[in-house]
């Protein structure tokens, strides 16, 4: 199995920052796709950014210029650095990532998506 677990999450003021974590776990080859998604209430999860194991990145026009995506593929992990936040960006943030759980999985381009329980971002003076 493999699993992704979130970190970092909490109360910060407008205009200041927090650093999201997440680790992947478990029976893992491989991570292709490392990336953070987010959901207010009554709205659908959007995307945030993603991270390519290549290090292709993509960010939603809200956070470009705020946020900053990173990973460290030796620990398997991803991060967001979240700077000059905004009450909008309230939010649970989800991390996901595209894994391959052996080397036969690899080679036939079979991954596993895996998505973590979230950590709550809330925005607010």
């Known amino acids: 199995q493999v699993q992704v677990v979130e970190s970092g999450g909490g109360l910060v003021q407008p205009g200041g920052s927090l650093r999201l974590s997440c680790a992947a776990s478990?029976?893992?080859?491989?991570?292709?796709?490392m990336g953070w998604y987010r959901q207010s209430p009554g709205k659908e999860r959007e995307l945030v950014a993603l991270?390519?194991?290549?290090?292709?990145?993509t960010y939603a026009d809200s956070v470009k210029g705020r946020f900053t995506i990173s990973r460290d593929n030796a620990k398997n992990t991803v991060y967001l650095q979240m700077n000059s936040l905004k009450p909008e960006d309230t939010a649970v943030y989800y991390c996901?990532?595209?894994?391959?759980?052996?080397?036969?999985?690899?080679?036939?381009?079979?991954?596993?998506?895996?998505w973590g329980q979230g950590t709550l971002v809330t925005v607010s003076s």
């Open positions: 991270i390519t194991s290549g290090g292709i990145i």
């Open positions: 996901h990532a595209d894994t391959y759980p052996g080397l036969t999985d690899y080679h036939q381009g079979r991954y596993l998506e895996v």
């Open positions: 478990g029976s893992i080859f491989s991570i292709d796709t």
